[in-house]
């Protein structure tokens, strides 16, 4: 980041280390968002961004955030066994939707037959694909912000990583028009592959960037 700050010395760039969960949360406290806008990038670290974080972002209906949102780190803590979902990993996933209900969302009971017809054990297996898992995010997302777009899978090839999401806090009818047709179309240029470095460069002169 320092780098990238001395490659543009001309632009006004902060770094801010620590827990990122804290630092955007400070930061935001420092805008008045009745005449502010911002435009914000969430590439988090695994599952570190926290449903209480993106809470207060939706809480200033003033920013639009592009959210690259850890599509298989999920899928690889929700085990398909739910004994082997270690409290640890269900804290995390609790922080990340922002409720525990993703439990009983994914899993249902799983009973075995014994030889006599009984049920000799009983346990809960993953019953949603990374498709459902993707789909129950976006509904979570959508319980916050008043945009929510499908979301772009990344890579473009192979085993799927990542969902970047496009969401708007702002509930204004034509500033959820325009948010919509602006992110619709770059998500459009990316998928014909026609989003290169110098577009992003250009959309960004022309927001506010958090």
Request: glycine content about 6%.
């Amino acid at each position: 980041m320092q780098q990238l700050a001395d490659t543009y010395p001309n632009k006004r760039i902060r770094i801010l280390t620590g827990d990122g969960n804290q630092k955007v949360s400070a930061l935001l406290k420092e805008f008045n968002w009745k005449s502010s806008r911002a435009v914000l990038f969430l590439d988090p670290y695994g599952m570190a961004v926290q449903w209480s974080t993106l809470q207060t972002i939706a809480n200033t209906q003033a920013i639009d955030i592009w959210y690259l949102f850890p599509l298989n780190a999920v899928c690889r803590q929700a085990a398909h066994d739910l004994e082997k979902v270690e409290p640890y990993k269900i804290r995390k996933l609790n922080e990340l939707f922002g409720t525990d209900q993703w439990l009983e969302a994914f899993y249902k009971e799983d009973g075995q037959e014994d030889l006599f017809g009984g049920t000799a054990q009983a346990g809960h297996r993953r019953a949603v694909s990374q498709e459902e898992i993707l789909r129950y995010a976006q509904e979570r997302l959508k319980t916050l912000f008043p945009v929510v777009l499908p979301p772009l899978i990344l890579p473009d090839q192979g085993a799927p990583y990542f969902a970047l999401f496009f969401l708007s806090s702002n509930p204004s009818p034509k500033a959820v028009s325009l948010t919509k047709r602006i992110a619709s179309h770059l998500l459009k240029m990316h998928s014909h592959g026609q989003l290169g470095r110098q577009t992003m460069e250009v959309v960004a002169t022309d927001n506010d960037l958090l």
